[in-house]
């Protein structure tokens, strides 16, 4: 968990790419970490990442909620639905009881 007011570092990704490529040519996260001053750990993740990505399925892409201006008339018509479908569900639940 990240501690209040810790800053994140963001890396190019031609210096992902260059330390990934002597990461395979057997250099070690230490000697990389010193080289480019960037943390071991960070530079295992990358490479984790680039092996397993069926783990990080969000590489790249937004996450969250969408925007109101991404949304397609589809899409307020799927979410429309789903309320309907929510509200007939909480009207059965209070005349159960």
Do not use: C
Request: proline fraction near 4%; charged fraction near 40%.
């Amino acid at each position: 968990m990240a501690s209040k007011g810790q800053k994140f570092n963001k890396y190019s990704s031609k210096l992902k790419e260059e330390i990934i490529n002597e990461l395979l040519e057997g250099k070690s996260y230490t000697t990389l970490s010193r080289k480019y001053d960037v943390p071991a750990k960070t530079i295992s993740t990358w490479q984790q990442k680039l092996r397993h990505p069926e783990k990080y399925p969000y590489q790249g892409q937004k996450r969250g909620r969408p925007k109101e201006k991404d949304l397609t008339k589809e899409d307020y018509k799927e979410r429309y639905e789903i309320l309907k479908k929510y509200r007939a569900f909480l009207k059965e639940q209070r005349e159960r009881k």
